[in-house]
């Protein structure tokens, strides 16, 4: 793909790397998230979410692929010494300057407090409270919106269609997260999946009765039930699982549903 000509052919910062011990969906040796194991070994590249170096202009060394997610990051060097790992913004180019400041001039790389950034400008790498780092808006090819600017909040339009209020005063890159082309990436073969970390899923009317809700009699038999469950009971596919948060009181207009295809 293009996106991958463009990488820096170089070996990752030392200084920037972690290792850590798989866990493969479990805690304590019970099975948390499951279809997790295996996969290639990596290692984890320390990413500064938030603004470590305020205030100082930095340079993009080098443009890297990140195993630990879907979007590129960037090396930056700042000026007096010191580098950090960022998402790269899509765009960005080796060679170009980027800062994170109160107030920047409005380029793709460019990290400033949303008071401070014009109506209509994409964003991504969204802070929820000032200060504690980007949380939102930070997979490939994705970006928010800014729709308004109200008192002490800012309007964003995010990529789920959800409207939501957050706090001027939270920092956000310029820009859209880069390597959009990543949704048309296709695994191929069942091994490109289990390089991935990702383990075969069963389904569940495939299994036993005591297996799972779903399960018992033989062939493409329905399941039986006025809805599907997890293999705990719980009701699944279309309910609602978002609990009580305090960000509930900040959501303007909640996500559009997605029709399906038809036939």
Not at 30 to 35: A, E, P, W
Not at 39 to 60: C, H, M, S, T, W
Not at 98 to 119: F, T
Not at 149 to 167: A, D, F, M, N, W
Request: proline share 6%.
């Amino acid at each position: 793909m293009k996106q991958f000509k463009l990488l820096t052919k170089k070996e990752p910062e030392k200084r920037l790397l972690l290792s850590f011990k798989k866990k493969a969906g479990r805690s304590k040796g019970r099975i948390i998230v499951r279809h997790k194991g295996g996969g290639a070994k990596r290692l984890y590249r320390i990413v500064d979410f938030g603004q470590e170096k305020l205030n100082i202009p930095a340079k993009v060394v080098s443009l890297e692929y990140d195993p630990n997610r879907n979007s590129l990051i960037c090396l930056l060097e700042y000026e007096g010494g010191g580098r950090r790992y960022q998402i790269a913004a899509q765009g960005l180019k080796i060679g170009d300057k980027v800062i994170c400041s109160e107030i920047a001039e409005i380029r793709p790389g460019n990290r400033m407090k949303l008071k401070n950034i014009p109506v209509g400008t994409q964003v991504f790498n969204i802070e929820l409270e000032p200060g504690r780092g980007g949380k939102i808006v930070r997979g490939a090819g994705t970006a928010a919106k800014v729709i308004a600017q109200e008192g002490k909040y800012t309007h964003l339009v995010l990529p789920s269609s959800e409207t939501r209020k957050v706090s001027n005063e939270c920092f956000a890159t310029i820009g859209q997260v880069s390597f959009p082309e990543y949704k048309f990436i296709r695994l191929g073969k069942a091994g490109k999946s289990r390089l991935l970390g990702i383990r075969p899923t069963v389904r569940g009317s495939a299994m036993n009765p005591c297996d799972h809700p779903h399960g018992g009699s033989s062939g493409k038999t329905p399941i039986g039930m006025p809805y599907p469950k997890t293999p705990w009971g719980k009701p699944a596919r279309g309910v609602k699982t978002r609990k009580k948060k305090w960000t509930t009181k900040l959501i303007i207009q909640r996500r559009q549903k997605k029709k399906g295809r038809r036939g």
